[in-house]
């Protein structure tokens, strides 16, 4: 692939004089979808150039028209294309492997985003975020909960402490009374201190990745100033001059979710000295800083949760203010405080020995009942704000988000109780030696099977449904193909490609049914564990032959179920590091769930749409002030949500120069449904209303895209009828082989792409005059015929 030099006219402010005779320039800037690919294959040309940009995300042309405006003329009224590709900003080098790790704090931050549409409010909608952040905020804790788990509890207490399990492994041999013959790191308090550096590791290298993601990915400032559109003029807070630069809030929920890992280790490792001291005869100085330090965990704690509470993002302006004490000093406050705590459980006492386990039942039954209870409180809020504005077409009827919620809650305590029995099983098991991992962990391992019945259930019912919907389709496919010869096999898998991607529709149902089994499961296994303190089947002694044969079996498949998925999921890990392809395959999932900005937990996966929409916007900006050429802003599928998101931040002025082609589209089908503050009816018709022109493209074969549905006669303005797929049914003379079933990909091969492109472009009046000198993005007038609308 060749670079080529920037050439002004393609996007630089300071070339006024280059402008005159360039009114009839024509650019089609293309954004990719899910999955990602080449500027090759995106321009149909094996020699492209790299007009701006860098490794991470850039902007390509054909070798041939690298300096396309400087020769005007010579494509007629044909648009240079350009392609914009972003795919490396989440599917790159090997360490996007890592950000498995944090997939349950990327749902949560989902939910903050799936706030219904209301009307007015304020206050309600500032609580709905609140409770969104303290969701996330408990995430962290039970992460670094279960990292102390397998560190403290299992390794250095349980394992260290027992003969068996010590000599068994070697390595902790030194930790061990007996092995090590009362060596120095053999009192509890040592080992306890010794192990808190692991997850004090851990939440260290959470800051690193949550720091070094915001400098490289979300650093980038839009170009609109402290000045430019609004809510007011664009329908929708993604018109905000601050909304692509959460810069502010990421950094004081970064500082107080780092203060919270330290003050949960610190907490985990303190309070267990602090026990031993208070029993009778323990040293009083002790005694006296254990109170100490448990009154100032007490209050860190409240400091932190003040710190998250206090506000939320900044979007109306571009907020380059840090809260730089704050930012500072609650971590380095709660790193001295663990410091302390390390050094004060180190400290000696002959007489304290290891036994049984840490009190790790009522750590963990703590945080599942808090997000238990945040959540059913954040339903509430949800439902109060979805009652002030009801849109049908909203899923879940507005409880999405704490649905989702929900689901990263379940998430989080699956991987922290799969790694926790998976490596107690590794240390000895749950014999002689272990005790194992708390009770509660083993209760919520044994509702995995009964879910995952719930799960086959929805499972059946989905594959009740395709097969209704085929039946259906099959007449419809036969009357969208009416004259051609009859092909039964044929026309029942065009019929059964349509049925399937028309599942897409139903994920409301099953998540929401999911999410409602998942809560009461989960309040059953809080119950069990503490009513009975014993695993299920313990606790299932005494009872009928049918009740302890269940409770054995849930135990003891759920314990094999978590420990495969914990072997899949690292088995995943390690391929997506070394193989670029399984690492593209586990892109398409950050493409789709890094979209929206950090604004619920600062250790989710970075949002590549903070790089992604600046960068389009920049480029449309800069293009059309150096050209006052056309342009039409080409999207597939999640290029099409960037590039809705780029026209929304543009001034108005060149918003009214830019038309808009998508296909392939989830604006409405996906993020009109499940984001409606954002992407809702409204908004989208804000959208239609103030590009040129929009048009929209989509099959009834795709299962991702789709109509854009807007209300009135704007429908028929942007949705053009739903394209067929195949192209033709049978063998044809331009077809003489079996077309293929194209479904989400390869819009571009249908001739009604180049069709709806010709037609925008003649919509984009030719002399359009120029823009005044001036700052890139302002113009001296409107387009001409901008105020009109029509079909396309």
Same mark, same amino acid.
């Given at each position: ?87 490396? =900003? ?97 009192? $509890? ?32 400032? $839009? ?68 109170? =100490? ?48 705590? =390390? ?34 409180? =954040? ?217 929206? $900005? ?6 989710? $996966? ?187």
């Amino acid at each position: 692939m060749e670079r080529a030099r920037e050439q002004i006219p393609t996007g630089a402010p300071d070339a006024p004089a280059q402008r005159s005779g360039r009114a009839g320039a024509a650019l089609e800037l293309l954004v990719h979808g899910v999955g990602g690919t080449t500027p090759q294959e995106m321009l149909d040309d094996p020699r492209t150039v790299r007009i701006t940009g860098d490794e991470t995300a850039a902007v390509y042309r054909r070798a041939a028209d690298a300096d396309a405006e400087r020769r005007p003329g010579e494509r007629g009224d044909e648009p240079v294309p350009e392609a914009y590709v972003w795919c490396n =900003l989440t599917s790159g080098n090997g360490s996007r492997a890592l950000w498995l790790l944090l997939l349950p704090f990327m749902v949560v931050n989902l939910a903050h985003w799936m706030r219904p549409t209301t009307r007015g409010r304020p206050r309600t909608v500032r609580l709905y975020g609140l409770l969104v952040r303290l969701t996330g905020l408990s995430l962290t804790v039970l992460f670094v909960a279960g990292a102390c788990e397998v560190a403290l509890d299992l390794t250095a207490w349980q394992c260290a402490g027992a003969r068996a399990c010590a000599e068994s492994h070697s390595w902790l041999g030194f930790l061990s009374p007996d092995v090590s013959h009362d060596g120095w790191w053999s009192q $509890p308090g040592r080992r306890l201190a010794l192990a808190g550096l692991v997850p004090t590791a851990l939440t260290g290298l959470l800051w690193y990745l949550s720091h070094r993601t915001w400098s490289a990915y979300e650093s980038q400032q $839009p170009p609109t100033g402290d000045t430019g559109p609004d809510e007011e003029t664009t329908g929708t807070g993604l018109g905000r001059p601050g909304f692509w630069y959460g810069r502010r809030l990421v950094a004081r929920l970064r500082a107080a979710h780092t203060a919270v890992g330290f003050l949960t280790v610190a907490a985990a490792v303190g309070t267990s000295a602090a026990r031993y001291d208070r029993a009778p005869g323990g040293p009083a100085a002790l005694r006296t800083l254990g109170a =100490l330090i448990e009154a100032a965990l007490v209050t860190g704690v409240l400091a932190v949760v003040w710190v998250v509470g206090r506000r939320g993002r900044s979007e109306h302006l571009i907020d380059r203010h840090l809260d730089r004490g704050t930012v500072r000093l609650l971590p380095l406050g709660s790193l001295a405080l663990l410091a302390l705590t =390390l050094v004060y459980a180190g400290w000696s006492r002959p007489g304290w020995h290891s036994h049984e386990r840490l009190p790790g039942d009522m750590t963990f039954g703590a945080i599942a009942l808090v997000q238990g209870l945040i959540v059913v409180a =954040l339903a509430v809020v949800a439902h109060v704000l979805y009652r002030t504005r009801p849109d049908r077409r909203t899923a879940m009827r507005g409880l999405a988000g704490p649905a989702v919620a929900m689901l990263a809650c379940a998430l989080g305590g699956v991987m922290s109780g799969g790694v926790a029995q998976r490596v107690a099983d590794w240390l000895g098991g749950t014999g002689e030696s272990l005790l194992g991992p708390p009770v509660l962990l083993i209760w919520q391992s044994s509702v995995i099977p009964p879910l995952l019945i719930v799960l086959l259930c929805l499972v059946a019912w989905l594959a009740l449904r395709t097969r209704m919907l085929r039946r259906r389709e099959t007449a419809v496919v036969e009357l969208d193909y009416a004259g051609e010869p009859e092909d039964l096999a044929r026309t029942r898998r065009i019929a059964t490609v349509r049925a399937m991607a028309s599942l897409t529709d139903r994920a409301p149902r099953v998540v929401g049914v999911t999410s409602a089994v998942t809560l009461f499961l989960g309040a059953g296994a809080l119950v069990g564990a503490l009513v009975t303190e014993e695993a299920p089947d313990d606790a299932a002694r005494g009872t009928y032959a049918f009740v302890r044969g269940c409770a054995e079996t849930a135990q003891a498949l759920g314990s094999w179920l978590i420990g495969l998925g914990f072997l899949l999921f690292v088995t995943w890990g390690r391929r997506a590091y070394k193989d670029a392809s399984a690492r593209r395959t586990i892109g398409i999932l950050w493409d789709v769930g890094t979209f929206w $900005p950090r604004a619920a937990h600062p250790f989710a $996966p970075p949002c590549y749409a903070e790089r992604a929409v600046p960068d389009l916007t920049w480029r449309m900006a800069t293009w059309t002030h150096a050209t006052g050429g056309r342009l039409v802003l080409s999207g597939h599928s999640q290029g099409s949500v960037l590039a809705a998101a780029a026209a929304w931040q543009l001034k108005p002025s060149v918003r009214k120069r830019v038309a808009l082609l998508t296909y392939g589209s989830p604006l409405e089908r996906l993020y009109g449904r499940w984001f409606p503050a954002h992407f809702g009816e409204a908004s989208l018709s804000s959208l239609h209303r103030e590009v040129d022109c929009w048009r929209n493209l989509y099959r009834a074969t795709d299962p991702i895209g789709g109509p854009v549905r807007l209300p009135g006669d704007c429908g028929p303005q942007v949705d053009r009828e739903a394209l067929k797929d195949p192209l033709a049914y049978g063998r044809t003379a331009l077809h003489p082989l079996p077309a293929p079933i194209l479904g989400h990909s390869d819009y571009q091969a249908d001739p009604a792409f180049a069709e709806e492109r010709a037609r925008l472009l003649a919509r984009l009046r030719p002399d359009v005059p120029g823009p005044r000198d001036g700052a890139p993005g302002e113009t001296g007038g409107e387009p001409q015929g901008s105020s009109g609308r029509s079909s396309g």
